[in-house]
């Protein structure tokens, strides 16, 4: 995720999401951010997120999921 004015970010006002590399890059503008951190509260109490766990901003194109740990076991032969 990045803000506004980050040197070398390929990401910006117009062109929000950008790929370089193994690098994915998230344009977070300060308002979208607060908004991002007000949503995000409940993540203060790690011990009681039920996972799976889905975040959505549709008007911004934006899902970020929570996954158990379980979940990047390797699968058992």
Same mark, same amino acid.
């Given at each position: 995720m990045v803000a506004s004015g980050v040197e070398? !970010?390929?990401?910006?006002?117009?062109?929000p999401y950008a790929a370089h590399g193994p690098w994915l890059q998230i344009f977070i503008? #300060?308002?979208? !951010?607060?908004?991002i951190l007000m949503d995000l509260q409940e993540l203060v109490t790690p011990t009681k997120i039920i996972?799976?766990? #889905?975040?959505n901003w549709p008007d911004r194109g934006l899902s970020?999921?929570?996954?158990?740990?379980?979940?990047?076991?390797?699968?058992l032969l």
């Open positions: 070398g !970010a390929f990401v910006g006002p117009e062109c503008p #300060e308002r979208f !951010a607060r908004r996972l799976p766990r #889905e975040f970020i999921h929570l996954l158990p740990e379980q979940a990047f076991d390797p699968p």
